[in-house]
């Protein structure tokens, strides 16, 4: 018996819609997923709005109803790194990353068996550990280096991708429970870390030499669960909950010396709780609390100068902390046709100036980020939604690590900055 439900024969397009890094601003987590989540800070645990609820909570998806949501940002980092007061002069200089705009697809389906039961796809993404910085003029005491004193240019690529088959069930007419499927693919590649590939001049710093840099792209992937709980306690309060485990991911083999547990690079685990508020028809003001818990994985919390080789369970990582986030969101319901949005989201800096080296790579320092969207029906079943994310400077200061290496004072005290600009459009189509 051949099967031809519409979820199966998304499936293909849902993966080819997310082929594309995501970068982020939780960390590397996005500061929302779904246009309309986007347009207000990203909240949307307590809402249901699209059939992105793979991604933020999966029991959402049985109150958006039957939909397909298609849709994207461009995203617009500008990420420097500089280093002033070095012992050895050639070390100062600054640097910014090349690439600076990203299209960032997003993709959902949602289909109602009956008027309990719901079964969706969500396709999403993470990223932000993206940089790619010239080799500019530096000058570790040989050939002309880049800021990490190794050749050519200088930089990691890190995307995730994840696709949530999603199923979601009403308890009764106001509460509901949803699970979602995460099934997960990484890719990585890291240029220009020959310093830390056991180059001569420099102390062996990884137990993997070849390992490190310079590898090509290498893959990853894994599968995990998401679980989601929403409840209408009225017709102005709503609330909901959401909490995806820490997900196992198979080693990047080609980096298993430059990430601690020989090339491990797990999704940490993290929660929301949300609330909406809608004291009239035409407004709902929604807020979400959240945690992000990258003290999972050794690979990212690690700190920088752990006394033990690059690759080994507990060698250097990027020394990041677990974050909190604050998401605040309104949306006014101007007309039938017009719905506006704005928001703001708070995240933690999960960066210390202790471990700013290894971070020029990932720059992930931005905390407050505002937002506005809008959302206008072409019809009854048709809309298009859109959203505007800014994230002010942020910026990180700490002593080099080349300190350690070439003598107090030698590598003087380095700065890692970030802004963020994004710009998305969605189409949203109800059955």
Request: charged share 15%.
């Amino acid at each position: 018996m051949k099967c031809s439900h519409p979820l199966l024969r998304l499936l293909p397009l849902a993966a080819a819609c997310a082929a594309s890094p995501a970068l982020a601003t939780n960390g590397y987590f996005a500061h929302g997923y779904g246009i309309k989540a986007k347009g207000m800070g990203g909240v949307s645990t307590a809402l249901a709005q699209d059939s992105l609820g793979g991604a933020n909570n999966p029991a959402s998806m049985v109150f958006v109803g039957s939909r397909l949501d298609l849709g994207g940002d461009v995203f617009m980092p500008k990420r420097d790194a500089e280093r002033s007061g070095a012992g050895f002069p050639t070390l100062n200089g600054k640097v910014d990353s090349g690439r600076t705009s990203f299209l960032i697809p997003e993709f959902g389906y949602n289909t109602m068996m009956g008027s309990d039961l719901s079964l969706g796809i969500s396709v999403y993404g993470n990223g932000g550990m993206n940089t790619t910085y010239p080799q500019g003029s530096f000058n570790c005491g040989g050939p002309a280096a880049n800021m990490l004193c190794g050749g050519g240019g200088l930089g990691v690529d890190l995307m995730q991708l994840m696709i949530a088959p999603t199923a979601a069930y009403k308890l009764n007419a106001q509460h509901a429970v949803g699970v979602s499927l995460l099934f997960g693919y990484q890719r990585f590649k890291a240029t220009g870390l020959q310093a830390f590939d056991n180059a001569p001049g420099f102390p062996p710093f990884t137990g993997a030499p070849g390992s490190v840099t310079n590898n090509g792209n290498d893959s990853s992937t894994g599968v995990g669960l998401r679980l989601g709980y929403q409840g209408r306690l009225s017709d102005m309060v709503t609330i909901g909950a959401a909490y995806a485990p820490k997900m196992n991911m198979s080693a990047f083999d080609k980096y298993r010396g430059l990430f601690a547990g020989g090339g491990d690079f797990d999704i940490p685990s993290h929660y929301s709780l949300g609330v909406a508020f809608t004291p009239t028809p035409a407004l709902t003001v929604a807020i979400d609390v959240g945690r992000i818990n990258y003290s999972d994985v050794a690979s990212v919390s690690n700190p920088s100068a752990a006394q033990a080789p690059l690759g080994a369970a507990n060698g250097p990582g990027f020394g990041w902390k677990d974050i909190d986030v604050f998401k605040l969101g309104a949306a006014w319901r101007v007309s039938d046709a017009l719905t506006l949005r704005a928001g703001y989201n708070k995240g933690d800096n999960p960066i210390t100036s202790a471990d700013v080296t290894f971070n020029i790579l990932a720059p992930g320092v931005v905390k407050a980020h505002y937002t506005a969207g809008f959302t206008y029906a072409m019809n009854k079943t048709s809309e298009i939604s859109g959203a505007l994310m800014v994230a002010t400077r942020q910026s990180v200061t700490g002593p080099s690590l080349f300190n350690a290496v070439l003598g107090p004072g030698a590598g003087g005290n380095e700065t890692i900055g970030m802004k963020q600009t994004s710009v998305g459009l969605a189409w949203g189509r109800k059955f």
